[in-house]
Nanobody
Framework: QEELVESGGGLVQPGGSLTLSCAARGSAFSDSSMGWYRQAPGEQREFVASIRSSGPADYEAFAKGRFTISKDDDKKMMFLEMTDLKPEDTAVYFC????????????????WGRGIQVTVSS
């Protein structure tokens, strides 16, 4: 089980940018996939983006072209750069880590952060 700590959330105006960070405190970071899900009030959790240990990234349609996922193996941190933010991006964003390293794959063994609020509003 990895301890994951998100940071960087907050309030931004439509069209603005925000970068989320996720720090991994355990030992599995370098061999694992990581990514982000989000959940808006009253809605199901939905996939945002993922990155495999070797680097390939995947994005949900709403994120493609606007969001960029990246990681720093030395610092054991993963990032989500979000641009051109829209009100519908408002949600709690959850960082995850999965040691099977299949990218967007999650399971009961996936580690999760506690979530961080992103609010896009004028």
């Amino acid at each position: 089980q990895e301890e994951l700590v998100e940071s960087g959330g907050g309030l931004v105006q439509p069209g603005g940018s925000l970068t989320l960070s996720c720090a991994a405190r355990g030992s599995a970071f370098s061999d694992s996939s990581m990514g982000w899900y989000r959940q808006a009030p009253g809605e199901q959790r939905e996939f945002v983006a993922s990155i495999r240990s070797s680097g390939p990234a995947d994005y949900e349609a709403f994120a493609k072209g606007r969001f960029t996922i990246s990681k720093d193996d030395d610092k054991k941190m993963m990032f989500l750069e979000m641009t051109d933010l829209k009100p519908e991006d408002t949600a709690v964003y959850f960082c995850y880590l999965d040691e099977l390293d299949y990218g967007d794959y999650i399971s009961d063994d996936t580690s999760w952060g506690r979530g961080i609020q992103v609010t896009v509003s004028s």
